[in-house]
Protein backbone atom coordinates (compact mmCIF):
# COMPACT_ATOMS: atom_id res chain seq x y z
CA UNK A 1 0.00 0.00 0.00
CA UNK A 2 1.26 3.61 -0.80
CA UNK A 3 2.86 5.71 2.22
CA UNK A 4 0.57 7.97 3.64
CA UNK A 5 1.84 11.39 2.65
CA UNK A 6 1.63 14.32 5.22
CA UNK A 7 -0.82 17.18 4.16
CA UNK A 8 1.79 19.68 4.22
CA UNK A 9 4.04 17.72 1.61
CA UNK A 10 1.05 16.80 -0.61
CA UNK A 11 0.58 20.34 -1.71
CA UNK A 12 4.09 21.44 -1.71
CA UNK A 13 4.38 23.18 -4.96
CA UNK A 14 8.17 23.39 -4.90
CA UNK A 15 9.45 22.91 -7.96
CA UNK A 16 6.48 24.31 -10.05
CA UNK A 17 6.74 27.45 -12.44
CA UNK A 18 3.52 28.41 -12.86
CA UNK A 19 2.18 31.21 -15.28
CA UNK A 20 -1.37 32.77 -13.92
CA UNK A 21 -3.20 35.01 -16.42
CA UNK A 22 -5.47 37.92 -14.87
CA UNK A 23 -3.04 38.24 -12.08
CA UNK A 24 -3.50 42.02 -11.33
CA UNK A 25 -7.03 41.83 -9.17
CA UNK A 26 -9.33 39.10 -7.59
CA UNK A 27 -9.31 35.34 -8.30
CA UNK A 28 -5.96 35.32 -10.54
CA UNK A 29 -4.13 37.81 -7.70
CA UNK A 30 -5.11 35.03 -5.21
CA UNK A 31 -4.17 32.32 -7.64
CA UNK A 32 -0.63 33.84 -7.78
CA UNK A 33 0.02 34.56 -3.78
CA UNK A 34 -1.69 31.21 -2.73
CA UNK A 35 0.47 29.29 -5.39
CA UNK A 36 3.90 31.45 -4.43
CA UNK A 37 2.71 30.68 -0.61
CA UNK A 38 3.19 27.08 -1.24
CA UNK A 39 6.33 26.69 -2.64
CA UNK A 40 5.56 27.25 -6.61
CA UNK A 41 7.70 29.77 -8.82
CA UNK A 42 4.54 32.03 -9.91
CA UNK A 43 4.61 34.57 -13.53
CA UNK A 44 2.00 36.94 -12.68
CA UNK A 45 0.42 38.13 -15.84
CA UNK A 46 -1.88 40.53 -17.38
CA UNK A 47 -2.42 44.33 -18.74
CA UNK A 48 -1.97 46.01 -15.46
CA UNK A 49 1.88 46.32 -15.08
CA UNK A 50 1.90 48.30 -12.22
CA UNK A 51 -0.33 46.46 -10.20
CA UNK A 52 1.74 43.29 -10.91
CA UNK A 53 5.15 45.09 -9.57
CA UNK A 54 3.22 45.80 -6.36
CA UNK A 55 2.01 42.19 -6.37
CA UNK A 56 5.73 41.10 -6.97
CA UNK A 57 6.70 43.86 -4.24
CA UNK A 58 4.26 41.79 -1.62
CA UNK A 59 5.26 38.22 -2.40
CA UNK A 60 8.91 36.25 -2.63
CA UNK A 61 8.62 34.27 -5.80
CA UNK A 62 6.52 36.06 -8.13
CA UNK A 63 7.50 38.05 -11.37
CA UNK A 64 5.36 40.05 -13.55
CA UNK A 65 4.73 39.88 -16.97
CA UNK A 66 2.82 42.36 -19.37
CA UNK A 67 0.57 40.25 -21.43
CA UNK A 68 -2.83 40.72 -23.40
CA UNK A 69 -4.88 37.74 -23.96
CA UNK A 70 -6.31 38.94 -26.61
CA UNK A 71 -3.04 39.11 -29.10
CA UNK A 72 -2.26 35.38 -29.31
CA UNK A 73 0.07 36.46 -32.12
CA UNK A 74 2.44 37.43 -29.09
CA UNK A 75 2.20 34.23 -26.85
CA UNK A 76 5.00 32.61 -27.88
CA UNK A 77 7.56 35.06 -27.20
CA UNK A 78 5.07 35.79 -23.80
CA UNK A 79 5.82 32.34 -22.80
CA UNK A 80 9.86 32.85 -23.49
CA UNK A 81 9.69 36.05 -21.44
CA UNK A 82 8.22 33.99 -18.73
CA UNK A 83 10.35 31.03 -18.88
CA UNK A 84 13.55 33.35 -18.50
CA UNK A 85 12.36 33.88 -14.82
CA UNK A 86 12.01 31.20 -13.02
CA UNK A 87 13.03 28.48 -16.06
CA UNK A 88 10.74 26.17 -17.84
CA UNK A 89 6.67 26.47 -16.85
CA UNK A 90 5.06 23.58 -15.79
CA UNK A 91 1.31 24.93 -14.47
CA UNK A 92 -0.63 27.26 -16.56
CA UNK A 93 -3.49 29.08 -15.14
CA UNK A 94 -6.38 30.59 -18.02
CA UNK A 95 -8.17 33.25 -15.67
CA UNK A 96 -8.05 36.53 -17.41
CA UNK A 97 -11.46 37.11 -17.98
CA UNK A 98 -14.33 39.50 -19.09
CA UNK A 99 -17.77 39.53 -17.96
CA UNK A 100 -20.91 40.92 -19.84
CA UNK A 101 -24.09 41.42 -18.62
CA UNK A 102 -26.41 42.19 -21.07
CA UNK A 103 -29.76 39.99 -22.61
CA UNK A 104 -28.98 38.60 -26.11
CA UNK A 105 -30.55 40.64 -28.16
CA UNK A 106 -29.13 44.21 -26.50
CA UNK A 107 -25.65 42.27 -26.68
CA UNK A 108 -23.45 44.38 -29.78
CA UNK A 109 -21.61 42.07 -31.73
CA UNK A 110 -18.15 43.94 -30.85
CA UNK A 111 -19.39 42.90 -26.92
CA UNK A 112 -19.86 39.41 -27.84
CA UNK A 113 -16.60 39.38 -29.88
CA UNK A 114 -14.39 40.70 -27.00
CA UNK A 115 -16.26 37.87 -24.38
CA UNK A 116 -15.23 35.17 -26.67
CA UNK A 117 -12.04 36.68 -27.58
CA UNK A 118 -10.87 36.83 -24.29
CA UNK A 119 -12.71 33.83 -22.35
CA UNK A 120 -12.72 31.38 -25.03
CA UNK A 121 -10.04 32.25 -28.06
CA UNK A 122 -6.98 33.30 -25.66
CA UNK A 123 -7.66 29.85 -23.22
CA UNK A 124 -7.40 27.81 -27.03
CA UNK A 125 -4.36 30.06 -27.73
CA UNK A 126 -2.80 30.04 -25.11
CA UNK A 127 -2.68 26.58 -23.89
CA UNK A 128 -1.72 25.53 -27.59
CA UNK A 129 1.24 27.23 -26.97
CA UNK A 130 1.60 26.04 -23.63
CA UNK A 131 1.12 22.77 -24.07
CA UNK A 132 3.48 22.57 -27.57
CA UNK A 133 6.57 23.77 -25.62
CA UNK A 134 5.76 20.60 -23.18
CA UNK A 135 5.22 17.96 -25.55
CA UNK A 136 8.00 19.65 -27.26
CA UNK A 137 10.50 19.17 -24.62
CA UNK A 138 8.71 15.38 -23.30
CA UNK A 139 7.76 17.40 -19.78
CA UNK A 140 4.78 16.94 -17.63
CA UNK A 141 2.58 19.76 -16.28
CA UNK A 142 -1.00 20.85 -15.89
CA UNK A 143 -3.55 23.70 -16.71
CA UNK A 144 -5.89 24.60 -14.61
CA UNK A 145 -9.03 26.70 -16.30
CA UNK A 146 -11.43 29.20 -14.94
CA UNK A 147 -14.90 28.32 -16.25
CA UNK A 148 -17.96 29.48 -14.08
CA UNK A 149 -21.08 28.36 -12.42
CA UNK A 150 -22.73 29.58 -15.43
CA UNK A 151 -20.77 27.37 -17.54
CA UNK A 152 -23.89 24.73 -17.05
CA UNK A 153 -26.35 26.79 -15.51
CA UNK A 154 -27.32 30.01 -17.73
CA UNK A 155 -29.29 32.96 -16.12
CA UNK A 156 -30.90 36.38 -17.77
CA UNK A 157 -28.45 38.88 -18.75
CA UNK A 158 -25.51 36.77 -19.31
CA UNK A 159 -25.97 34.36 -22.74
CA UNK A 160 -22.50 35.77 -23.61
CA UNK A 161 -20.51 35.13 -20.67
CA UNK A 162 -22.07 32.06 -19.77
CA UNK A 163 -21.65 30.84 -23.85
CA UNK A 164 -17.71 31.55 -23.25
CA UNK A 165 -17.55 29.46 -19.86
CA UNK A 166 -19.61 26.28 -21.66
CA UNK A 167 -16.90 26.79 -23.75
CA UNK A 168 -13.99 26.84 -21.57
CA UNK A 169 -15.44 23.92 -20.21
CA UNK A 170 -15.90 21.82 -23.41
CA UNK A 171 -12.53 22.88 -24.04
CA UNK A 172 -11.13 21.52 -20.58
CA UNK A 173 -12.15 18.16 -21.64
CA UNK A 174 -11.13 18.04 -24.84
CA UNK A 175 -7.75 19.05 -24.29
CA UNK A 176 -7.64 16.60 -21.24
CA UNK A 177 -8.50 13.81 -23.59
CA UNK A 178 -5.73 14.21 -26.05
CA UNK A 179 -2.74 15.59 -23.56
CA UNK A 180 -3.27 13.10 -21.00
CA UNK A 181 -1.04 10.92 -22.95
CA UNK A 182 1.73 13.79 -22.82
CA UNK A 183 1.18 13.59 -18.84
CA UNK A 184 -0.28 16.89 -19.08
CA UNK A 185 -3.71 17.01 -16.98
CA UNK A 186 -6.57 19.64 -17.34
CA UNK A 187 -8.94 20.43 -15.23
CA UNK A 188 -11.23 23.95 -14.76
CA UNK A 189 -12.72 25.03 -11.54
CA UNK A 190 -16.36 26.70 -11.70
CA UNK A 191 -16.35 29.47 -9.30
CA UNK A 192 -20.31 30.54 -7.98
CA UNK A 193 -20.24 34.58 -7.23
CA UNK A 194 -17.21 35.33 -5.72
CA UNK A 195 -16.55 38.88 -4.67
CA UNK A 196 -14.00 40.86 -7.07
CA UNK A 197 -13.69 43.83 -9.09
CA UNK A 198 -16.06 41.89 -11.98
CA UNK A 199 -18.48 41.24 -9.32
CA UNK A 200 -18.62 44.05 -6.34
CA UNK A 201 -20.92 46.58 -8.23
CA UNK A 202 -23.43 43.56 -9.18
CA UNK A 203 -23.33 41.84 -5.67
CA UNK A 204 -23.68 45.28 -3.83
CA UNK A 205 -27.43 46.13 -6.01
CA UNK A 206 -30.73 45.56 -4.90
CA UNK A 207 -31.00 42.74 -7.41
CA UNK A 208 -27.61 41.21 -6.24
CA UNK A 209 -28.28 41.47 -2.81
CA UNK A 210 -31.81 39.57 -3.75
CA UNK A 211 -29.36 36.75 -5.71
CA UNK A 212 -27.32 36.22 -3.00
CA UNK A 213 -30.17 35.73 -0.62
CA UNK A 214 -31.35 32.55 -2.87
CA UNK A 215 -27.90 31.05 -2.63
CA UNK A 216 -28.15 27.98 -0.37
CA UNK A 217 -24.71 29.33 2.03
CA UNK A 218 -26.44 32.92 1.64
CA UNK A 219 -23.31 34.45 0.90
CA UNK A 220 -21.45 35.42 -1.88
CA UNK A 221 -17.41 33.82 -2.08
CA UNK A 222 -14.21 35.77 -1.38
CA UNK A 223 -11.24 34.82 -3.68
CA UNK A 224 -9.74 32.90 -0.59
CA UNK A 225 -12.60 30.49 -0.54
CA UNK A 226 -11.16 29.05 -3.78
CA UNK A 227 -7.42 28.09 -1.79
CA UNK A 228 -8.23 25.01 -1.46
CA UNK A 229 -9.64 24.01 -4.95
CA UNK A 230 -6.33 25.89 -6.76
CA UNK A 231 -4.29 23.83 -4.40
CA UNK A 232 -5.30 20.43 -5.06
CA UNK A 233 -5.23 20.59 -9.00
CA UNK A 234 -1.51 22.63 -9.01
CA UNK A 235 -0.16 19.76 -6.99
CA UNK A 236 0.30 16.78 -8.97
CA UNK A 237 1.32 14.72 -5.88
CA UNK A 238 -2.62 15.79 -4.47
CA UNK A 239 -4.28 14.88 -7.97
CA UNK A 240 -2.77 12.94 -10.43
CA UNK A 241 -5.30 10.73 -11.40
CA UNK A 242 -7.79 13.85 -12.02
CA UNK A 243 -7.80 14.79 -15.65
CA UNK A 244 -10.74 16.45 -17.31
CA UNK A 245 -12.78 17.52 -14.41
CA UNK A 246 -14.78 20.39 -13.32
CA UNK A 247 -15.25 21.76 -9.49
CA UNK A 248 -17.87 23.64 -8.70
CA UNK A 249 -17.70 26.25 -6.04
CA UNK A 250 -20.69 28.70 -5.04
CA UNK A 251 -22.22 27.80 -1.91
CA UNK A 252 -24.49 25.42 -3.55
CA UNK A 253 -25.90 27.95 -5.97
CA UNK A 254 -25.98 25.81 -8.51
CA UNK A 255 -28.77 23.23 -6.03
CA UNK A 256 -31.18 26.76 -5.94
N1 LIG B 1 -15.77 36.71 -9.59
C1 LIG B 1 -16.65 35.78 -9.89
O1 LIG B 1 -17.75 35.71 -9.33
C2 LIG B 1 -16.32 34.74 -10.92
C3 LIG B 1 -17.18 33.63 -11.03
C4 LIG B 1 -16.90 32.67 -11.98
C5 LIG B 1 -15.81 32.78 -12.80
N2 LIG B 1 -15.01 33.89 -12.69
C6 LIG B 1 -13.87 33.99 -13.59
O2 LIG B 1 -12.70 34.18 -12.85
C7 LIG B 1 -11.75 34.88 -13.63
C8 LIG B 1 -11.22 36.06 -12.84
O3 LIG B 1 -12.29 36.96 -12.61
P1 LIG B 1 -12.31 38.00 -11.39
O4 LIG B 1 -13.61 37.85 -10.73
O5 LIG B 1 -11.07 37.88 -10.61
O6 LIG B 1 -12.35 39.37 -12.21
P2 LIG B 1 -11.43 40.66 -12.18
O7 LIG B 1 -11.09 41.05 -10.80
O8 LIG B 1 -12.14 41.62 -13.07
O9 LIG B 1 -10.08 40.17 -12.87
C9 LIG B 1 -10.02 39.89 -14.24
C10 LIG B 1 -8.57 39.73 -14.60
O10 LIG B 1 -8.49 39.42 -16.00
C11 LIG B 1 -7.52 40.24 -16.59
N3 LIG B 1 -7.83 40.49 -17.99
C12 LIG B 1 -8.99 40.89 -18.55
N4 LIG B 1 -8.83 41.06 -19.88
C13 LIG B 1 -7.53 40.76 -20.15
C14 LIG B 1 -6.75 40.78 -21.33
N5 LIG B 1 -7.26 41.14 -22.53
N6 LIG B 1 -5.45 40.40 -21.25
C15 LIG B 1 -4.92 40.05 -20.05
N7 LIG B 1 -5.60 40.02 -18.90
C16 LIG B 1 -6.90 40.38 -18.96
C17 LIG B 1 -7.52 41.51 -15.79
O11 LIG B 1 -6.22 42.13 -15.86
P3 LIG B 1 -5.86 43.48 -16.64
O12 LIG B 1 -7.11 44.28 -16.77
O13 LIG B 1 -4.81 44.11 -15.78
O14 LIG B 1 -5.31 43.00 -17.95
C18 LIG B 1 -7.76 41.01 -14.38
O15 LIG B 1 -6.56 40.68 -13.75
C19 LIG B 1 -12.47 35.26 -14.93
O16 LIG B 1 -12.19 34.31 -15.94
C20 LIG B 1 -13.93 35.17 -14.54
O17 LIG B 1 -14.76 34.94 -15.65
C21 LIG B 1 -15.23 34.87 -11.78
Redesign the pocket.
Known amino acids: MAQITPAQQLFDLSGEVVLV?????????RFARVLAAHGAKVVA????VD?LAELAGEQEGIAPLA????APEGFSAALEEAERHFGPLTLLVN?????SGKRILDTAEEEWAAVQR??VE?VWHLSRAFAGRLIARQSPGAIIN?????AEKVGVSSAA?AVS?AAVLHMTKAQALEWARHGIRVNAI??????????DGYLSSPAGQDMISRIPQRR??D?SDLDGVILLLASSRASGFMTGAALRVDGGHALA
Open positions: TGASSGLGRAARRRLDVTNAGIATNAIASLVYKCPGFIASEMTAGP
